[in-house]
């Protein structure tokens, strides 16, 4: 009888135990959550720009720059500087 009682106090000790980590790690994993939803840093986000021969407008990270200048593609590129020589 009184190892019965031994091992259903040990199980409760457990079952105690389990709870409460299960709990702070639950509470832990949601204030990392809200941390990261409150700093997330808007690397996504893209900057658009107009070409400077065209005037279309395209995200930064697809066109390319010349001399300060942005354009949509080599080829209008070449062209605004085919129209600056003359």
């Known amino acids: 009888m009184g ?6 106090g040990l ?5 105690i135990a389990y709870r409460f980590l299960k709990n702070s ?3 832990r994993i949601r204030e990392v959550e809200q ?5 997330r840093s808007p690397a996504n986000v ?3 720009k107009a070409c400077s021969y065209c005037k279309t407008h ?3 990270n697809e066109g390319i720059y010349k001399d ?3 354009f949509c593609s080599y080829q209008h590129l070449d062209r605004y500087l085919e129209h600056e020589q003359k």
């Open 25 to 27: 790690w639950s509470a």
């Open 11 to 15: 199980v409760f000790l457990i079952w």
């Open 46 to 48: 893209q900057q658009i």
């Open 35 to 39: 941390h990261e939803q409150n700093h």
């Open 3 to 8: 190892r019965l009682l031994l091992i259903s």
């Open 58 to 60: 395209i995200p930064e």
């Open 68 to 70: 300060g200048k942005f």
